[in-house]
């Protein structure tokens, strides 16, 4: 009992993030995997070189990642080009994460969903808490981790700060 209410106040809790070099070092560069989207295609993150990034690690039984991943479709919008968003799911079958996307709607045609079978992404960012977040510059460089979901306005700052600071 002790466990789950740990895990319900752990999980409502405003975002915290986790940038210390203890949890993840910002000067590193984010693993170059490779990954399928819905379709079956592989994509690798270094298709992206020269755009920064906001990864967001999500599957469909969190009951967080749904409003965020609409946040987040609806930041794609306002941020066109200027940035792009990625939803890696955690080892699920691509025909639950399609169910899932197709039943919401919206979310399919501005974010570029991704299944990663293995759950290496997660793996890698040292993950412990859904959903996570970590946004990464222009040279694919982290500059960011979010772990728990975040507010819209919070997405909004930290990828203007993402953009602002690759222009420079």
């Known amino acids: 009992m002790i466990v789950i209410a740990l895990a319900f106040f752990l999980a409502m809790r405003s975002p915290i993030d ?30 992206f070189r020269g755009t920064p990034l906001v990864i967001n690690a999500w599957a469909t039984w969190c ?17 066109e080009d200027k940035v792009k968003i ?9 025909a639950t994460v399609i169910a899932y996307s197709a039943e919401r709607g919206t979310m399919q045609d501005e974010l570029l969903f991704l299944l990663d079978r293995e759950d290496a992404w997660y793996r890698e960012i040292g993950g412990f808490s859904m959903p996570e977040t970590i946004f990464v510059d222009a040279g694919g460089v982290i500059k ?13 700052r930290r990828i203007q700060d993402l953009i602002t600071t690759t222009i420079q």
């Not at 991943?69 to 919008?77: E, H, I, P, R, S």
């Open 18 to 47: 986790i940038s210390a070099p203890e949890f993840i070092d910002e000067s590193r560069k984010i693993p170059m995997l490779e990954f399928v989207d819905k379709a079956g295609a592989t994509i690798r993150l270094a298709d």
């Open 144 to 156: 960011g981790h979010v772990r728990g979901p975040m507010a819209r306005e919070e997405m909004r």
């Open 86 to 94: 990625i939803a890696i799911n955690r080892a699920e079958s691509s």
């Open 63 to 79: 009951p967080f990642c749904l409003k965020e991943l609409q946040d987040f479709a609806a930041v794609q919008k306002e941020f």
